[in-house]
C-alpha cells in the first residue's frame, strides 16, 4: 500500500512569458516505510516533485494522493492541516525560527497541533533532541549552531509530530561529507525504528548508496526506478 | 501557545531594535501630544468653567425678560423672592443661591467710553466671589457700599481709571429714556479671561437704581449645585414646575441670557415676564464652541501626524515581511495556517503599540506633572485668552487610556493589510527565494 502515489503528474512554470517544464508526464509510487532517494542533476525538477508530493504547490496536471488524499480536492486549510499531521518537512537550508531556542523550534509544530501537556511535549522534543545528539544545545538559539546542529534541529522539528512521511531536499548539500554522512545515518536510523517513510532528494551518489529504492529523474522525467534493497538482498545470497 | 506567540512577536521587534525604537518614539510622540494637548485644553475648560460659574452663570440659572411693549425687552425676574422660595423648595441639590442683576451700559469716563455688561452683586452674599476674583487694587468689601463697581485690569487701563476714581454709567431703561448714575471704582481685579473684557460687577441696589427698579426686582438667580453634573436634570424638573406653579416659562434654548436680549426676544410677540431657566452650557454655549474647536483642532494635528505613524508601519511590516519570506514560508510548510501568520504579525505591532502609547502617556504624565508642579506662568496675552494666569494640565485618567488605546488600536489596524499579504505568501514561494 503506497503512502504517496504521483500519477501523470507535469509542472510548468511560467517565466515571463516562456513556458519551463519542470516535470513531464511523471508517476510514482512510494510504499510506507520507503527510504527512498530521488536522484538527479540540478535543475532535473526534484524540488519540484518534493513541493507537489508535500503539498505546498499544486500539478499543472496529473493527481497527487498523499495518505489516501487527492490534494487537488483539498481547501488551504485542509492542505495545511495534512501538512502539519502527515508531513515532516526537512529544509536544504534549515529554515529554523531565529528567535527561538532549539527546544522551542522542535516544540512548534506540536503546539500548532495542539492537544499535549507541557510535560508531555517536553518529554517529546527532549528525547528526540537525544536522539539527534543536540540535546545539550536545547537552550540555543539556531545562530549559536554549526551547518550540521542546524539541520539535527531542523530533522528533530521535522519527526516530532511522528509523521507518516518525511520529506527532505537536499538534506545534506550544505553539510560537509562527514556531517551529511552521519545525518542520512540518522534518518535511516528513524526509519527503521519507526518505519517512517523518508524521500530525500540529493545528487551525492554516497548518500543515494543508502537508500532503500533511487528514483532518477532527468530533465523532468523519471529515468530510472532501482529497488536497492531488493538488489542488496540478491548481492547478498 | 500565546506564551510562544508572545515571545515571537517580542523577539522579532527586538530583533530590529533601531527601526522599531522609531517606530514606537514616533508613535509615543503623537501618544505624549494628544494626552497633553487634551490635559491643556481640559484644563482651559475647568478653569473658564470654574471662573465663568462664579462671575457669569451658576450651575442653573433663572433668569427671565419683561416686556413692556412686544418689541422691548429687559433682563428682569420681578417678585424674585417668591421665585426663590419657589426654587428652593423643588432643588434639594441646592448649595447656595445668589442673586444677580442684569444690565447693559455704556461707561463714560473723562476721555472714553465703552460698552459694559453689569452684573449687579450682594458681596456680602457671594461665597465663593473672592475665591475667583484676584483684586489687584482696592477692596472687594466696599463693593458693598451703594455707587460701587469692580472693574477689571483691562477695563480699567482702558478707561484711563484707578481706584476711587469716578465714572459715568449711561444705561437705556425700559421706557427709552437714558438713565445715569455716578459709580466709584472700589476695586480692580486681574482680567479672568474673556469673561472680563466686557463685563463688570457693580452693587446690586445701584443697579436697580440706574434702571429705576424696585428691591423686589433682579436679574436672575444663580444656582450653585453641590455637584455641577445634575445641573441639566434640575434646569428641566425647574421649567415644569416653575410652569406648574403659574410662570410663564420660555422653551429652553442653548443661548448666553444677552444673546437672547438682543437677538431672540424682543422679536417674540408677547408682553409681561416670563422666566427662563438655564444651565451653564447653555450660558457658556460659545466658550463650549471655542473648546470643541481646539479639540477638533488637536484632532485634526493628530490624525495628520498618525498617518505619518501608519506609513511608517506599514514600511516597517513590508521589510519585515521581505526579510522573513524563507522562514513564513517554512513555517507554512510545517502545518502553520495563514490566519496564525497573519496574528503573528498583527500581534508583534500591537506589542509596538501598546510600548509605544504606553510610552507616550508615561513622558505626557511626566511632563505635564512637572509643569503642574513648577506653576509656569503663562504670559499676559495668553492668560487673557486662556482664562489661566498658570500653565495647568488636568489629567483624566479615563481619557488618557482612551487616547492611548484608540492610538494603539490604529497602529494594530494598520497592520491588517501587510500581515494578510504575509499571511497569504505561498509557501513554495517562500522555500524558492533564497536569501
Ligand atoms: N519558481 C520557478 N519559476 C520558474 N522556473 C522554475 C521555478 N522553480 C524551478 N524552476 C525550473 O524548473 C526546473 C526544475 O527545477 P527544480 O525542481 O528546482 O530542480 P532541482 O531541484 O532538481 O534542481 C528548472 O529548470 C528550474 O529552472
Ligand atoms: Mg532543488
Known amino acids: 500500500m503506497s503512502i504517496v502515489s504521483v500519477e501523470h503528474v507535469s509542472k510548468d512554470y511560467m517565466l515571463g512569458k516562456t513556458v ?25 525538477g526534484k524540488t519540484t516533485l518534493l513541493n507537489l508530493v508535500g503539498c505546498v504547490d ?11 488524499q487527492d490534494t487537488a480536492r483539498l481547501s488551504e486549510r485542509a492542505l495545511t492541516e495534512l501538512r502539519l499531521r502527515t508531513i515532516g518537512f526537512i529544509f536544504q537550508s534549515f529554515n529554523l525560527v531565529s528567535v527561538l531556542s532549539v527546544f522551542q523550534n522542535v516544540e512548534f509544530p506540536l503546539l500548532l497541533q495542539g492537544g499535549q501537556t507541557r510535560k508531555e511535549r517536553a518529554e517529546r522534543v527532549l528525547a528526540l533532541l537525544d536522539a539527534v545528539g543536540i540535546a545539550e544545545h536545547a537552550r540555543h538559539r539556531p545562530s549559536e549552531l554549526s551547518g550540521g546542529q542546524r539541520q539535527r534541529v531542523a530533522i528533530a522539528r521535522a519527526l516530532v509530530t511522528r509523521p507518516a512521511l518525511v520529506l527532505a531536499d537536499e538534506p545534506t548539500a550544505n553539510l560537509d561529507s562527514e556531517t551529511g554522512g552521519n545525518i542520512i545515518d540518522l534518518m535511516k536510523e528513524m526509519n527503521r525504528r519507526d518505519g517512517t517513510t523518508f524521500i530525500f532528494s540529493t545528487h551525492d551518489p554516497k548518500v543515494m548508496a543508502h537508500a532503500s529504492a533511487l528514483v532518477r529523474i532527468e530533465d523532468g522525467r523519471i529515468s530510472s526506478r532501482e529497488d536497492l534493497d531488493a538488489a542488496r538482498r540478491a548481492g547478498g545470497r | 501557545m500565546l506564551g510562544v506567540d508572545l515571545m515571537i512577536a517580542g523577539r522579532n521587534l527586538a530583533r530590529h531594535t533601531r527601526r522599531n525604537l522609531f517606530l514606537g518614539g514616533a508613535l509615543a510622540a503623537v501618544t505624549a501630544l494628544l494626552v497633553l494637548l487634551g490635559a491643556l485644553t481640559a484644563g482651559m ?43 428652593r423648595a423643588k432643588v434639594p441639590e441646592l448649595d447656595y443661591a445668589t442673586v444677580r442683576g442684569r444690565g447693559w451700559a455704556k461707561a463714560v469716563s473723562e476721555h472714553v467710553s465703552m460698552d459694559l455688561v453689569l452684573a449687579g452683586v450682594d458681596v456680602a452674599h457671594e461665597p465663593t466671589f473672592r475665591k475667583v476674583l484676584h483684586v489687584v487694587d482696592g477692596d472687594l468689601e466696599a463693593l458693598a457700599q451703594p455707587g460701587t463697581v469692580l472693574l477689571f485690569e483691562g477695563q480699567a487701563e482702558r478707561l484711563k481709571l484707578k481706584v476711587n476714581d469716578v465714572l ?20 480692580i481685579a486681574r482680567n479672568v479671561g474673556l469673561l ?29 449645585l453641590r455637584d455641577p453634573r445634575d445641573a441639566a436634570r434640575v434646569a428641566a424638573r425647574l421649567r415644569t414646575a416653575l410652569a406648574e406653579a403659574g410662570y410663564r416659562v420660555m422653551e429652553p434654548e442653548a443661548q448666553p441670557y444677552w444673546m437672547k436680549l438682543m ?9 409681561g415676564q416670563k422666566l427662563d431657566v438655564t444651565t451653564a452650557d447653555d450660558e457658556m454655549g460659545q466658550f463650549k464652541q471655542f473648546i470643541l474647536a481646539l479639540r477638533v483642532v488637536t484632532g485634526l494635528l493628530v490624525v495628520i501626524l498618525m498617518v505619518v505613524v501608519v506609513i511608517g508601519i506599514l514600511n516597517t511590516l513590508a521589510i519585515a515581511i521581505r526579510e522573513r519570506t524563507r522562514e513564513i514560508g517554512a513555517l507554512r510548510a510545517i502545518g502553520m495556517q495563514r490566519r496564525k501568520v497573519l496574528w503573528l504579525f498583527v500581534l508583534e505591532t500591537a506589542l509596538l503599540g501598546l510600548l509605544g502609547t504606553a510610552a507616550g502617556v508615561a513622558v505626557a504624565l511626566a511632563v505635564a506633572g512637572a509643569v503642574n508642579a513648577a506653576g509656569i506662568a503663562l504670559p499676559e496675552a495668553v492668560q487673557v485668552f486662556l482664562a489661566q494666569e498658570r500653565l495647568r494640565f488636568l489629567l483624566d485618567p479615563g481619557a488618557i487610556a482612551a487616547d492611548a488605546l484608540v492610538l494603539a488600536a490604529i497602529a494594530v489596524a494598520a497592520s491588517v493589510f501587510p500581515a494578510r499579504r504575509a499571511a497569504r505568501l505561498k509557501p513554495v514561494t517562500a522555500m524558492h527565494h533564497v536569501g
Do not use: C
Open chain 2, 196 to 224: 472680563s473684557a466686557f463685563s463688570a460687577f457693580i452693587q446690586a441696589d445701584t443697579l436697580r437704581e440706574l434702571y429705576g427698579l424696585s428691591p423686589a426686582t433682579t436679574g436672575a438667580i444663580h444656582l450653585y
Open chain 1, 20 to 44: 519551463v517544464p519542470a516535470l513531464r508526464d511523471v508517476s510514482l509510487a512510494v510504499g510506507k516505510g520507503e527510504f527512498l532517494s530521488i536522484a538527479g542533476p540540478s535543475g532535473s
Open chain 2, 263 to 271: 437677538q431672540t426676544v424682543p422679536s417674540e410677540d408677547w408682553t
Open chain 2, 45 to 87: 475648560e475647568s478653569a473658564m468653567m470654574q471662573s465663568a460659574t462664579t462671575l457669569m452663570t451658576g450651575h442653573v440659572n433663572v433668569g427671565g425678560f419683561f416686556k413692556i411693549t412686544s418689541g422691548s425687552a429687559a433682563p428682569l425676574v420681578s417678585q424674585y423672592p417668591r421665585v426663590l422660595e419657589a426654587v
Open chain 1, 58 to 68: 499544486t500539478p499543472s496536471a496529473g493527481r497527487v494522493i498523499v495518505a489516501g
Open chain 2, 168 to 187: 459715568t454709567l449711561s444705561a437705556p431703561t425700559a421706557r427709552g429714556v437714558n438713565n445715569t448714575a455716578d459709580v466709584r471704582v472700589a476695586a
